[in-house]
């Protein structure tokens, strides 16, 4: 199908968005592409539809999913291994792309929680990614191929003006076509579950345990002990932790990260070394990832002020719990990305699964923002929050120049919209 589908584009993966555009467009050439978007009076490109806001809302939406087929793109995916790098049509997820990174023996740095997101929407709104020294997933990009409101065809790489902005675009800049990121030899990994940490002992040693392994994932649903501790290690790197992780031992089952959920969804444990794409993510291809029904939230902020920042959190742990499916604490890298959470700044992340109450949820959240506030908290872009435009541009330096880029490659203000007038660029 190449012109506009007679349904209209319907609801986000967890059902709790409806979208309000009325057309889903799925061109199958560049050409279709740039005159659908040159066309439109409010436009966005959707992904995998894995956010749980309005971010991707517009009146006219577009699908690329049609335009990275291999029909309509035959050299899609093309793995450079002098550069290191791999380039492909930005409908990708990432459980398409590692299979094609896998024939070719190379490896992503990191990996996102699910492989069922696309790349591009992952990259738009800095999002995945985890470890002490990982960048998000979007710091790997190399270089954005992307359509302007004008129609114009754009390629911006790593060093131009500009391109630490055009990067994490929030879906404001254009239609993002085609991505090129860094790709490294192809390494294996061992991922361990470690149960029974107390919080006093996560306190206490919060940088060891979250550099204990090449990515760490802390779950908890905030009662007296920490359910869960991830540890993904690479076996080419010496094992930083034994048996023993502070108290904590090594699950002898397979786990799902909300406790008590059959783990078959999720990646192989036990220690046992298998390749990075099997690892990495804790969900497989395949499965419904997290719980389904479900909203999130997720805070990011500077990783010195993490114990502080659980500690607040603890004290709200009563409101939290009824509404609270698990909460991940993860650490991000500093980037240079000017939309980027993890801008200037290695972060610690505090990510709630919440059940599917939109009105439950916003009324814990605006006790999550008042104790957290002071941390100076950049909500994940992807995700519920409260705080507008207003509150978030002094958390980001670059914002000011973010805006001025958006009003340069999009000066008819297509792929602006409501929320992100609201939660970003500010009204006009
Ligand atoms: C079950 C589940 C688990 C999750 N776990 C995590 C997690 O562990 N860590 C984490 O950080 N996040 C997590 N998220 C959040 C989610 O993965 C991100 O919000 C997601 O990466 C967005 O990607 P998407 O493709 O779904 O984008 P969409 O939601 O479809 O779109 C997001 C934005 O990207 C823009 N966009 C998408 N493609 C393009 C393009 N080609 N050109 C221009 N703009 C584009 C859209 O216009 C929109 O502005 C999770 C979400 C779910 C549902």
Known sequence: M??????????????????????????????????????????????????????????????????????????????DHDARTVSFGAGLKYGELVERLGDEGVALHNLASLPHISVAGAVATATHGSGVRN???????????????????????????????????LGALGAVTRLTLDVEPAFEVRQRVFEGLSFEALCEHFDEIVASGYSVSVFTRWEDAIDQVWVKSRADEPDLVDDDL???????????????????????????PGPWSDRLPHFRMGFTPSAGEELQ????????????AIEALRSLAEKIRPWLLVCEIRTVAADRLWMSMNHGQDSVAFHFTWKPDQEAVEAVLEDVEGALARFGPRPHWGKVFLEGAADLAPRYERHADFVGLAERLDPRGAFRNEWLDARVLGRR
């Open 297 to 308: 939230s997720e805070y990011l902020l500077a990783r010195t002020h993490a114990v502080e």
């Open 2 to 79: 190449t012109g506009p589908e007679a349904r209209s584009p319907g609801t986000n993966w967890a059902g709790t968005y409806r979208y309000r555009a009325e057309t889903l467009h799925r061109p199958s050439s560049l050409e279709q592409l740039q005159d659908v978007v040159a066309g439109a009076a409010s436009v966005h490109v959707l992904g995998s539809r894995h956010s749980f806001n309005a971010i991707a809302d517009a009146t006219e939406l577009i699908s690329l999913e049609a335009l990275h087929s291999e029909e309509a793109l035959p050299a899609g995916v093309v793995v």
């Open 135 to 169: 960048g998000n997933l979007a710091t790997a990009v190399a270089a954005v191929q992307l359509v302007t409101s004008g129609g114009e065809l754009l390629q911006f790489s790593r060093g131009d003006a500009d391109f630490d902005g055009v990067v994490v675009g």
């Open 246 to 272: 502070f108290g904590a031992t090594p699950a002898t089952v397979d786990r799902h990260v909300i406790r008590g959920l059959d783990p078959t969804p999720c990646t192989p444990q036990l220690g046992r």
